[in-house]
């Protein structure tokens, strides 16, 4: 029957069409860069720009701890917000005493440059290296990621020294995610960004604290366990039952203020 080979002929074909288009629009499916730039009448004295070599200039968010022994939170957002959106964060750590540097990422927030993981990766550890330069020791670096900003975090702790490791909604990969998301497609052979933290995270030696929230409706916390799980040192996993993907209005502060009392100390 002619017309059933022509249907076959018809269905491959759109199946191949549909994977060049994943695979050309990929980056579009991955990162949601807000196009606004930082509010500067909302952050005055905390802009900071981060040269990032090959890129340019980062402007990220800054504010020095307390004190020189203070703890300074490294934090990593997710792909579909910006450092900016993060004030409740924010006003928490300085409430503790803590500074901070919120990573922004290029082509976020008005800055130069497009969203891709090489490009990610060396700006959150150019970022790492602008509080090394400001005299911030490595026992007092807390560094924090959430979502795709915790698989950045791994990669940051796997090349460089902290006093803790914390990871909000993480994922093991970028394949496994993909492959929750577009389970027809065979997205693992021709992905362009792969965020292997199922790879780095065995490299990470600085205490680790893992938060997932049990109704997560982005990254199931079957994702977030199997990666606490490979870690090979000192390692907290918490399953916050109501929590969805973002956590932080329900637990998350609280726990992640006890892990910097007990992680960040002279004796690292």
């Not at 074909?13 to 579009?28: E, N």
């Not at 949601?32 to 981060?50: A, K, N």
């Not at 497009?114 to 509080?131: G, K, Q, S, V």
Request: proline share 6%; glycine share 8%; aromatic share 12%.
């Amino acid at each position: 029957m002619a017309w059933l080979k022509w249907i076959c002929i018809g269905v491959v074909g759109l199946y191949l069409a549909a994977i060049i288009y994943v695979y050309f629009a990929q980056r579009k499916f991955m990162y949601f860069p807000p196009p606004e730039p930082i509010p500067q009448d909302e952050f005055v004295g905390r802009i900071l720009p981060i040269t990032v070599e090959g890129i340019g200039d980062i402007n990220s968010i800054y504010k020095a701890p307390s004190t020189k022994d203070a703890p300074v939170i490294l934090f990593i957002h997710g792909n579909g917000s910006a450092a900016h959106h993060y004030e409740d964060y924010y006003d928490a750590f300085a409430s503790w005493g803590a500074g901070y540097l919120g990573v922004e990422y290029p082509g976020y927030a008005a800055n130069v440059g497009t969203p891709n993981e090489d490009d990610i990766l060396r700006t959150a550890l150019a970022n790492y290296d602008a509080l090394i330069a400001k005299g911030i020791q490595p026992k007092n670096i807390i560094i924090f990621g959430h979502s795709l900003g915790a698989a950045i975090a791994v990669h940051v702790a796997k090349e460089r020294e902290g006093a803790g490791l914390v990871l909000g909604s993480p994922f093991l990969s970028m394949s496994a995610m993909s492959h929750l998301q577009m389970p027809f497609f065979p997205t693992s052979l021709f992905l362009k960004d792969t965020y292997r933290s199922d790879q780095r995270i065995a490299f990470v030696t600085a205490p680790l604290l893992v938060l997932h929230g049990g109704m997560d409706e982005l990254i199931p916390f079957s994702q977030g366990r199997a990666l606490y799980d490979l870690h090979k040192g000192d390692k907290n996993f918490v399953l916050i039952k109501n929590g969805q993907h973002m956590l932080w209005g329900i637990e998350m502060a609280a726990h992640i203020k006890e892990f910097i009392a007990i992680h960040r100390s002279d004796k690292f």
